[in-house]
């Protein structure tokens, strides 16, 4: 035995140190429901009598663990192949416990989907714990101590999973693990009050924990046999160790098992596929790939000499001073699925106005076409790119930022805006939680959040709150605190689906005789709706036009809705063509103020633009700094002039697809230049 060879003094100190560490994990938890219950942190209801059995239980397995651990360590057994494989069967018995205990753990709690999982999203879970156990169980020397440690985490990662879920509606995400100082800092604010069943959960936690304490290791005779089984067992948990991360590398659990990661409101898929599988498959979303021959030196040298090309060609002093002088609050609005469908589905309108407000507006300071990364939903990646400046297509369709990243370290707008001296607003009509903006608005720098809670009593329109109540609440911010502000709106009222008939009281559209009345319904249900976007825009701009106070605003759509796609299809049958492609991932956008601004005409210049891109670009016109990223993309506007998920348009117009050897070198160095302000950062 590996206690034998170290002799009888030294045998008999580590008998009684293990001794009488053993109980410990059992009066620890029995402290803690005591604690618990003195402060009244259970669910109200008698919790008397489970309270006295789980403490009760739990001071006899302290009891009975001092006294077996003592004659565990007193009796050694000479190892021998029957024995050996008892020790074996015993061990895997032990650690499957383990593992089916530790997913009911990490579920039981919140998850009241846990007996309708389906049995693979079960199978990866149980298998990414018992993994886990097995490589702690070999750490650990074959004894059950880290096994005990396994099991512990678990656990506390479903009371805190508990907590997070009953207070803020959302689960644990991997961008949180960067953000735990944060939550310890916030913490103080919630009542931790627990169910009965965690009294129980805690019972079935003790019970695995003796149980485990069962694991002792056989080790042949000999210090030098036993220094060599060591090292074979800690080469055995690194070796596991190394195959867990290839695997997790290179396997994709959403590819490979189906699972969902596009979590637009993130506890669902967290209910229906397990709290392992979602963490694990939003995690492998977080590996940002490093450029083909990038170096830190060479992106800097890029950025360095465009930021230098930038200076010499766009001279915007009048604007900057300008800026400096009136400080005009700058309102940006993100319309959900506001798209102008005219240009898009060209020929087949029968009798569709299109955004006659919107597209009859003279003395807009920019307006145009806008690229996007996605179609019919994704909205937070559309945020993402308009925020931070950085575009999707070098970071794939399948990634969303917002859950995937910890997005305190990167530049972005209001960060920029909050250095400037501006209040930081961003609203949206809806939960918080959604697309996890709770954590991502914070993260990127926004001083305030106002969600669904406060637009309480607000009209509705069609999906939700209507634009018209969103840009009142602007109107009131601005009216009501005089000092700079930049406010991020995030509409709802267009959101999908559109089977509510909202143009039943008024004429159809079209009829379009390639896609059957149901779909013709829809289009014409989600028409009205950008029809009342639109009224809502003209009357917002009136507003503002009487405002005395210098605004300048900007309104873009984050996607079109997946409607279009049946229209599109039904014109363009398998087009593949990259160029009409991507008439499906364009919206529109328009920048207007309602002062004079220094340097633009404002004569509703027209100028086609991607989301990456549309953030410098409004600064730039209202004369606020730019940073050195900033300034480098719009340097090579000339020869990339839009880029999203799905390719690049270069200088003559023409869209190309990203992932072609040929590429032009300038989409190469804004590959390089993102990775430096954002890849290397998260």
Known sequence: MAYRVLGGGRRRLISQVVSYLSPAPFVALAMFIVLWALAGKFETGDVFFPTAITICCLILFAVLSYFRTVVALQRWIAP????????????????????????????VLWNDWLMQMQVNYVLIGLTAIAVTLVMLYFAGQRTGILVSVGVLFFTGIGFVQFFVVSYKGAPIIPSDVFAIGTAAAVSGGYDYILPESALWLILACGVVLFLLQFMNPVFSDGRHAVIRECALNSLVSGGMLILAICCFQSISLADTFGLDKAFWQPLPPY?????????????????????VGYTEQSAQSIEDRLVEQYDANFSTDETQMQFVEQRPAVVAIMNESYADLGPVLDGLWVDYPGSSFQNSLTDAALMGNLSVSVHGGGTANSEFEFLTGNTMGFLGTACYPYSAFNLANIASLPRQFSDLGYRTIAMHPNLATNWSRDKAYPALGFDEFLDIDDFQGSNLFH??????????????????????????????????????????QGLPYFDFPMTDDGMDAQMNDYLACVEESDRALSDFIAELRTLERPVIVLVFGDHQPAISSVFFD?????????????????????????????????????????????????????????????????????????INAIGYRNAEGLWLDLLADDRLSAVNDLEFLQYLNFGSRV
């Open 80 to 107: 021998n192949p029957v024995f050996v494989a008892y020790i074996v069967a015993r061990d895997a018995l032990l650690i499957l416990i383990a593992s089916i205990y530790s997913f009911v753990a990490l579920e």
């Open 271 to 291: 209910k229906t596929q397990g709290f392992i599988p979602s963490f694990l498959a939003l995690a492998q979303e977080m590996n940002v790939q490093i450029p």
């Open 463 to 504: 999906s939700g709150v209507s634009d018209a109540a969103t840009y009142d609440k602007i109107l009131e911010l601005l009216r009501e605190d005089p000092s700079p502000q930049f406010i991020f709106d995030l509409t709802m009222q267009n959101h999908g689906g559109y089977t509510l008939g909202m143009t039943a």
């Open 570 to 642: 039904a014109m363009h049958p398998g087009v593949e063509d990259i160029s009409t492609v991507e008439r499906l991932y364009t919206t529109q956008y328009v920048i207007w103020a309602n002062y004079d601004i220094a340097g633009n005409a404002q004569v509703s210049e027209r100028e086609d633009l991607s989301a990456n891109m549309l953030g410098a670009r409004l600064l730039e016109i209202v004369g606020a700094p730019l940073t050195d990223y900033q300034k480098a993309v719009l340097a090579l506007r000339d020869r990339v002039s839009a």
